[in-house]
């Protein structure tokens, strides 16, 4: 359907890193089509971060109960979208992606997912398993663009935090540390000041969490080798795991523990020179907002769901691996990614030299 200003309704329920990583969907139909109004419907934890891309002007979510449908539905439908993207194609979406009414209506038809609901779409997308297990998951999202014809002429992802966020992460901060003599000779570009690493030790998996004595060990020697100021933030159930890495720690770490909204979340990661993290959501955020992250995987596919960009670095484990057996929380399942602890084959040498590196040649990040 040509249309000089369509109306786009984007479908992707969840999680926060899938949601930052559709911003190349984002820009690409945005340059293709300079005018459209371009929609996001998903969860209500993830629709905050839309408003931190440029590239998107509406968000929507799904409804909560039951008793919220009809209310959704007629504001879908009083939108009059043109073109529906489904990336999810399950049963909720493709009812939505039908109710919407518009006249272009697309989803994937993946080899090893079975196509489901064909009479919702007007369109699909062909992924092949070869494709989907060897490149970046932001290859698979821009391939449904073809089903639009649509170029794919985005490849970056990019959030850009509100000045409001970056003025409130600063003052939690304060001003950052003078540079030791360790540090200058480590790390070009620095000027008069610290460098500073922020950790995330959290994941939505406990069997991917690295050990918290291996965090401590790394952020000691952070801090004694190149004076740099390091930091501890996790979510609201990752508490105890910071105080776990404090605990092991020799030197003293600064833990943030204000509870903060995304949009602050996504300032704060802007004013780090890296992040030290698992595969996870805040990893993608660090990355779009052009934080060098260093990322330790299990036995996820790092093909599909490293950071992007060039100047990080992923550490993982030659795999297959060997299975580490049975500790808590569960025994070790290799064959699902969720449940193996192959993260746990990374020592902390191998982890400060990849920080190292990245301190030495990353561009300083905050002023």
């Known amino acids: 359907m040509a249309t000089a200003a369509p109306r786009i309704l984007v479908i992707r329920r969840r999680y926060l890193g899938d949601v930052v990583l559709l911003g190349s969907v984002f820009a690409s139909l945005r340059a293709h089509w300079p005018g459209a109004s371009l929609c996001v419907l998903t969860e209500a934890a993830y629709a905050e971060v839309l408003g931190l891309n440029p590239d998107v002007a509406h968000a929507l979510v799904f409804p909560s109960s039951l008793a919220g449908w009809p209310r959704f539905v007629r504001t879908l439908r009083a939108a009059r979208f043109t073109h529906v993207l489904d ?37 699909s997308a062909k992924i092949t398993n070869a494709f989907y297990t060897s490149e970046h998951i932001t290859e698979t999202y821009l391939a449904l663009l073809g089903a639009l014809d649509v170029p794919a002429s985005v490849r970056t992802v990019r959030l850009v935090p509100r000045a409001a966020d970056r003025d409130a992460v600063r003052a939690l901060l304060g001003p950052a540390a003078p540079s030791s003599s360790a540090t200058s000779a480590t790390r070009s570009g620095s000027g008069s000041r610290a460098p500073r690493v922020l950790v995330h030790p959290g994941s939505r998996s406990p069997f991917r969490v690295w050990p918290a004595e291996r965090f401590a060990a790394v952020c000691d020697r952070l801090q004694d080798e190149l004076g740099a100021q390091v930091f501890l933030v996790a979510g609201p159930g990752e508490q105890a795991l910071v105080r ?22 996504a300032a704060l990661l ?77 020592e902390p040498d191998l982890v400060f030299a990849a920080l190292r590196a990245t301190l030495t040649t990353a561009t300083p990040s905050h002023g």
């Open 87 to 123: 990336f999810d194609n399950n049963d909720r979406t493709a009812l939505v992606t039908r109710l919407s009414g518009a006249p272009v209506r697309v989803t994937y038809d993946r080899e090893t997912n079975p196509f489901r609901h064909r009479w919702a779409y007007t369109g």
């Open 244 to 265: 776990a890495i404090r605990g092991h720690a020799q030197s003293h770490l600064i833990a943030l523990s204000q509870r903060l909204n995304v949009g602050q979340f």
């Open 270 to 346: 802007a004013e780090f020179d890296a992040m030290l993290c698992h595969d996870s959501g805040p990893m993608h955020v660090a990355a779009s907002v052009g934080t060098p992250v260093v990322a330790l995987f299990g036995s996820q596919n790092a093909a599909i769901w490293r950071p992007l960009g060039p100047r990080h670095t992923v550490l993982q484990t030659p795999l297959p691996c060997t299975c580490l057996g049975t500790a808590a929380p569960g025994p070790c399942v290799p064959s699902d990614s969720y449940r193996s602890y192959c993260v746990r084959k990374l």
